[in-house]
């Protein structure tokens, strides 16, 4: 096994980017963290502070923050990806031929709105040289920063390089699970902000704990099914990115997308909510590609359909809730 | 499909087998619902109300308690068995040739103490002649007696009769999804027990949401590893019976299970712990059965391993998170 990188740049200080160097700086590096934000980048040299996204926890001293894209881009041969997936093009684009035969750890979750694209999938039109690796399960930030364990799936097609990034940011606290599904992972990471939204709306409509607990283990199967249709691994929704990140996003402290399926299940319009929330949670959109997925694979969905219903078709939460009952009895593994 | 069952008998009237007579009820049939407490069954004739189980909550008024256990085996030909495990053996097998060519829809969980088995394989010493269903899955009885939604596992050897009875008991609010899959099915509900201590450890030692959605994933992984050795389908554990009822159990109302696992999480010795419970929790028996199996199966199960240093060779709990997360890196799926 190949020793460890050089010199390791994030890219995107926001909160998760920040405990992710906080992390690589905790096992022993001295890495780059990107951020256009001058504030954020000051609070950390001169503090070791995120103050925007993780105000008051004391991050690595290792940790060097920068607002020079090229040079975070230019100096590391392992490139950690942080920032927005809908701003992945933009910010990455302008500078590809620095990414040429560079690792890429992602950690941003979510379908790229207009051609539905995967992560992955944007990479390798950007930088089509590159190794892409993509970085996904339960992970709250603030506990990270804090010290507190977690444990997360890596994927890439390469199990070399996939040992060497997974060494490279292993900890007593912090562990990675290697694996080489990286079209499961990132289904897995973007769909199950549908799933938040739909377990949101039971909360809503007060369905109680079994129906919550029915609605989560359903909507993880027929995302597993889609996954497997487009190339996924089944087992792999069982594991961290899938299972564990599910659990994590629909029982954990209130995510945007939980937020805006309880309000629609307490009956209120989707332009309200929107409003309440100030602005569109991420499911919003996933909903629609992953709608227009199902449908050009033919992969039943029935939970997915009825967010969709709610949220583009002005069905009510409670209709939705009491047409996914009366389906046709089914086998539990189709 | 053959038309529903003339009678059929719930073996058990604790919460959950008065649920499951109310939910056949509701579904139009008029269950018998034994139960050796005259008390319960008088308070069932008289008010629709299982006074001791589920008080205040209107049972439907087709149920009909009965204390007499020969009836309600010769009148049925559907037995549902919702007794304790550990009971199973001393109710039912003194009156064995009245299960003969019987459908017996098992719906306690756990392993039997002394010989580990599995409750198909208590019966199918018991009553070898009958056909045995298990139906499992997240399901508190109060929220199905009050009319909430509800999704369970039904699985047997026969897609026929597991459809006839999935046609017996589904609702619009209480929907089965069939499986062929029982060993995967029991053992999923067996050994969530063990995870809902280490679930209760972390809380316990308050290492924070991610550490919880790892310890339950992780926790699922080597269950479904456990259950493929001894013959179940991994997706099994996807599914109701394994993912959701896990899922409840460590996000729900605390169970026993968890209690005994956060006390112990907090410092506390295993005998105050159980002094304070009032007696022991189920998991304790089933990491001991479990243990067995993984020892004489050469399965790694990290983190029973370390549940089961907790509770029977006195490893404290800060010491067992700490070994598990310093055990050698792994791939996900192995």
Chains 1, 2 share one sequence.
Not at 72 to 86: H, N
Request: glycine share 10%.
């Amino acid at each position: 096994l190949k020793t460890s990188f050089e010199t390791i740049s994030v890219i995107g200080s926001g909160s998760w980017g920040t405990a992710l160097a906080h992390v690589l700086a905790g096992a022993g590096h001295r890495p780059i963290l990107w951020g256009r934000d001058v504030a954020v980048s000051e609070s950390i040299a001169s503090a070791h502070e995120n103050s925007k996204y993780l105000p008051g926890l004391k991050l690595h001293p290792s940790v060097t923050a920068s607002n020079d894209l090229v040079a975070a881009l230019e100096k590391s041969q392992c490139i950690v990806c942080s920032i927005p997936t809908q701003q992945i093009r933009s910010v990455f684009g302008p500078f590809a031929p620095l990414l040429k035969n560079k690792i890429i750890v992602n950690s941003s979750k979510g379908i790229e709105i207009g051609a539905h694209l995967r992560v992955s999938e944007v990479f390798a039109q950007i930088a089509p040289t590159a190794e892409y690796l993509v970085l996904s399960g339960p992970s709250f930030a603030e506990e990270v920063v804090k010290g507190l364990p977690a444990a997360l799936t890596l994927a890439g097609p390469s199990t070399e390089t996939a040992k060497r990034v997974q060494n490279t940011f292993s900890s007593a606290v912090f562990r990675l699970y290697t694996s080489s599904d990286v079209v499961g992972v990132e289904i897995a990471g973007a769909l199950k902000n549908v799933v938040a939204i739909a377990s949101g709306m039971v909360s809503g409509l007060k369905l109680g704990h079994n129906a919550q607990a029915a609605v989560i283990t359903r909507g993880l199967a027929e995302i597993a099914r889609l996954g497997k249709c487009l190339g996924a691994q089944p087992l792999t929704f069982l594991g961290l990115a899938g299972m564990g990140d599910l659990v994590l996003t629909c029982t954990g402290p209130l995510s945007r997308n939980r937020r805006l399926g309880e309000a629609l299940g307490l009956g209120k319009s989707l332009s309200t909510v929107q409003k309440e929330l100030g602005g569109v949670a991420e499911g919003y959109f996933t909903a629609k590609a992953a709608s227009s997925w199902a449908q050009s694979l033919g992969v039943e969905m029935p939970i997915l359909r009825e967010v969709y219903g709610i949220l583009y078709e002005g069905t009510s939460a409670r209709d939705a809730v009491s047409s996914l009952m009366r389906r046709n009895l089914k086998e539990e593994i189709e």
